[in-house]
């Protein structure tokens, strides 16, 4: 398993931008598929896939997100970041960043990932 810490949460209007940041202290996620996933408060077992980066940066999307959000690696590939933008209310949710070292390959089922981070707070208001 790996630790993952989530960064970059927060509380932005509608049109809004953010950025999420996920690394592993101490640990390489340089090669693993890394992948966000949002999950309502209270709802433990629905966490939905937002978009994921393959350990080859091969990026996917949800559809409710795609064109709005972008998934990367930073240079040293020890970062790995969500831009948010155009943010909507029904973005708000707790988001958490995932990966498995088993894999390069990414999947968007949240039970193919053994490594999550905390969790960081997005909240969109009108």
């Known amino acids: 398993q790996v630790h993952l810490v989530e960064s970059g949460g927060g509380s932005v209007q509608t049109g809004g931008t953010l950025r999420l940041s996920c690394a592993a202290p101490g640990q390489s996620i340089a090669n693993f598929c890394v992948a966000w996933f949002r999950q309502k408060l209270n709802r433990e077992n629905e966490r939905q896939w937002v978009?994921?980066?393959?350990?080859?940066?091969?990026?996917e999307y949800a559809d409710s997100v795609k064109d709005r959000f972008i998934v990367s690696r930073d240079n040293d590939r020890e970062n790995v970041n969500l831009e948010m933008t155009n943010l909507k209310p029904e973005d708000t949710d707790m988001y958490y960043c995932?990966?498995?070292?088993?894999?390069?390959?990414?999947?968007?089922?949240?039970?193919?990932?053994?490594?999550w981070g905390q969790g960081t707070q997005v909240t969109v208001s009108t």
């Open positions: 995932a990966t498995d070292p088993r894999r390069r390959q990414c999947f968007n089922r949240s039970w193919m990932f053994n490594s």
């Open positions: 978009a994921s980066i393959s350990g080859w940066d091969s990026a």
